[in-house]
Each structure stands twice: as structure tokens, then as C-alpha cells.
């Protein structure tokens, strides 16, 4: 019969059962966005980018289950530093790509698509494409951490418990005589 209360070790499995989970939809999802836009062409070389790195994201979060180690504080570090300065740094410089996002506006700003426009001191932010260009540093940032984690050498394995003998508990328990009962009279 199982405790009322879920052991730590089932709440791990669960919390990994769920990451893992949201892995694979999340990989399966971006390979098919990825793969479903390429295939519908390219209009613009940020869009071709865009969804190629859609696609090798997908094929990524899909194989990082076979990584067999986990990734480091560093790798971490190093993953959430390229996506963030990627999206700050793509939305600073000013942009002329007329042919895709904010073609009214005289300047525009974002990598790979045109998220931040200005027209006679009035700025726009266009959120969908914020939203996207933040997918599209964070895959990127993603490349980064698995990068990071493949090239850092695994952890040393920790030994395995000593496995128990099939000895009775007798001799044991007769070193403690004040706990043993040793029967009943």
C-alpha cells in the first residue's frame, strides 16, 4: 500500500515527466512551423532565417533527450546572455527592410523582423513581432547552451551503493540488546 503523501522522488520524476514532455511539443511544434514555411518559400532573406532557425530548434529540442547530462549553471549563463544581448543588440540599429514589417514608418529597428518603428516622434511596438523576435534570440540562445554543454566533459559518475548481502539480522541485532526483544516468554 502506497503513502498518503507522494514521496520526493515521485515529485521528481513527475516535474521531469513534464519538462520533458514540454520538450517534445515544443520541438515538434517549432519543426513544424519551421518546415511548414520553408516549404511555402521565401519571401526575404530574414524570413528564410527565421524559420531555418525555427527548424534546427525543433530538430534540437527534439535530440537534447540524448545529451545524458544535464546542462551547467554556466551553460545556462551563457544560453540566457546570447538570447537576451541577440534581442537588445538586433533591435538597436536602425533597419531599411521595407519589404516586410512597418513599411509606413520612416524608421524601423529589429532582427530579424521590424518590431520597433518611428514616424515624426510617434513609436510603435508591434507585439507579434516582438513576441517573435524574442523566439527567435531564444532558439538562438538555446544553440548557444547546448553548445556549452556538449563541449564541457561530464560530471564523474557517482559510485553505486553497496549492494546488500543476503545475511540474516540476527548477528546484527545482537549488538544492540536494549532495543532487541528477542521474542516473546
Do not use: Q
Amino acid at each position: 500500500m502506497r503513502d498518503a503523501e507522494p514521496r520526493a522522488e515521485d515529485e521528481e520524476t513527475g516535474l521531469a515527466s513534464v519538462l520533458s514532455m514540454a520538450r517534445l511539443l515544443s520541438g515538434w511544434g517549432c519543426l513544424g512551423v519551421g518546415a511548414l514555411n520553408l516549404a511555402m518559400g521565401a519571401a526575404d532573406f530574414r524570413y528564410l532565417l527565421f524559420h531555418a532557425v525555427l527548424l534546427i530548434a525543433g530538430i534540437a529540442l527534439l535530440m537534447a533527450g540524448g545529451l545524458h547530462k544535464r546542462p551547467s549553471r554556466i551553460a545556462w549563463l551563457v544560453g540566457g546572455v546570447v538570447a537576451l544581448l541577440g534581442f537588445v543588440i538586433g533591435t538597436l540599429p536602425r533597419t531599411s527592410a521595407a519589404v516586410c514589417c512597418l513599411s509606413d514608418y520612416d524608421k524601423r529597428h529589429g532582427f530579424p523582423f521590424t518590431l520597433l518603428a518611428e514616424r515624426s516622434g510617434h513609436w510603435h511596438l508591434d507585439g507579434g513581432r516582438a513576441v517573435a523576435d524574442l523566439l527567435f534570440w531564444a532558439c538562438v540562445g538555446m544553440f548557444a547552451l547546448l553548445t556549452v554543454t556538449a563541449a564541457t566533459p561530464a560530471p564523474p559518475p557517482v559510485p553505486a551503493p553497496p549492494a546488500a548481502t543476503g545475511r540474516h539480522a540476527e548477528p546484527r541485532a545482537e549488538a544492540v540488546d536494549e532495543e532487541n526483544v528477542r521474542g516473546l516468554p
